[in-house]
């Protein structure tokens, strides 16, 4: 099983700075990874496939890299509706794995 | 517009049966692999399972892996998944999820419905 350790638990940060949220792999595949936007009391929301793809109708300001083990989500221009928790998930090996989420919140 | 409705949750004792259903419209359902996530209360995402556009092709959890049968009617638009013996820890929401291909292998979940809350309590 490929387990996905995200980090930080949490990030503290200001309307209009940026997020970068990690996402680390137990073992390397290829890009097979998606990032995904979960509001309190919603279901989550397909952000980034491919490690670097937007979803349709996913703002520009959303990015994902990265390759191997190590991935980034980076949120540019953070805006009101942007505070929320995100999880990595690799859909490349059996079991599907998910990371136990990055929480953003306002400074 | 894609929709997935899931039901057929509720409170169950130990040991007890459920099956869950998730009405898909808004896309060709038996083109699309379909998957089965949950989320315990004040927890992460945890996969659960997949199937393939056909049924043909089943995977699962190895915590569910012979409790849990996922299966599609595609001629009524509906994925299942019967869950059996539960447990405390089977507690979750469950959600059903659209993948983007015919095979689950190698596949996002595109669309996610809005839950069906399973309690295993006594």
């Known amino acids: 099983e490929i387990v996905m350790t995200q980090s930080p638990a949490t990030l503290f940060v200001s309307p209009g700075e940026r997020a970068t949220l990690s996402c680390r792999a137990s073992?390397?595949?290829?890009?097979?990874l998606a990032w995904y936007q979960q509001k309190p009391g919603q279901a989550p929301r397909l952000l980034i496939y491919?490690?670097?793809t937007r979803a349709i109708g996913v703002p520009a300001r959303f990015s994902g890299s990265g390759s191997g083990t190590e991935f980034t989500l980076t949120i540019s221009n953070l805006q009101s509706e942007d505070f929320a928790v995100y999880y990595c998930?690799?859909?490349?090996?059996?079991?599907?794995?998910f990371g136990q989420g990055t929480k953003v919140e306002i400074k | 517009e894609v929709q997935l409705l899931e039901s057929g949750g509720g409170l169950v004792q130990p040991g007890g049966s459920l099956r869950l259903s998730c009405a898909a419209s808004?896309?060709?359902?038996?083109?699309?692999?379909m998957s089965w996530v949950r989320q315990a209360p004040g927890k992460g995402l945890e996969w659960v399972s997949s199937?393939?556009?056909?049924?043909?092709?089943?995977y699962y959890a190895d915590s569910v892996r012979g409790r849990f049968t996922i299966s599609r009617d595609n001629s009524k638009n509906t994925l299942y998944l019967q869950i059996n013996s539960l447990r405390a820890e089977d507690t979750a929401l469950y959600y059903c999820?659209?993948?983007?291909?015919?095979?689950?292998?190698?596949?996002?979940?595109?669309?996610w419905g809005q839950g069906t809350l399973v309690t295993v309590s006594s």
């Open positions: 999820a659209k993948t983007s291909l015919w095979s689950p292998e190698y596949s996002s979940l595109v669309h």
């Open positions: 808004g896309f060709t359902f038996s083109n699309f692999a």
């Open positions: 199937i393939s556009g056909s049924g043909g092709s089943t």
């Open positions: 073992h390397t595949f290829s890009s097979n």
């Open positions: 491919g490690a670097s």
């Open positions: 998930q690799q859909y490349n090996n059996w079991p599907q794995t």
